[in-house]
């Protein structure tokens, strides 16, 4: 077995037991050869070619991306004044069939 290394540094004593030595050399040891599997896996690459369909794909994204920014440049309150104006000129305003509930507490 290995001795006990005391090792003092700045008036400090640390004791490293030979159990101490052991981690330390698997967990380097592991390290290691994590980082060797790592660097000399295969890398994978995907290459797509330029084709009609990623053409249209782009042309069709970067419209919507396009409209997209128009929208948020646009102040909010625009957008709903808009929209309540819009839905305002399809409906029209309801009718009442009757002119009052008869069992109404109110008498409307």
């Known amino acids: 077995m290995f001795s006990d290394h005391l090792i003092t540094f700045a008036g400090r004593s640390i004791t490293i037991t030979?159990?101490?030595l052991i981690m330390i050399l698997v967990s380097v040891v592991t390290g290691l050869l994590f980082w060797t599997a790592l660097y000399f896996?295969?890398?994978r690459i995907v290459v797509l070619k330029r084709s009609s369909g990623t053409d249209q794909i782009t042309f069709e994204l970067s419209?919507?991306?396009d409209a997209l920014e128009r929208i948020a440049n646009r102040?909010?309150?625009d957008a709903i004044a808009a929209a309540s104006r819009r839905q305002q000129q399809t409906q029209t305003p309801p009718q009442r069939e009757s002119p009052g509930i008869s069992y109404s507490m109110f008498g409307r």
């Open 63 to 65: 419209r919507i991306a």
């Open 41 to 43: 896996s295969r890398k």
């Open 18 to 20: 030979s159990h101490d």
């Open 75 to 77: 102040p909010a309150d």
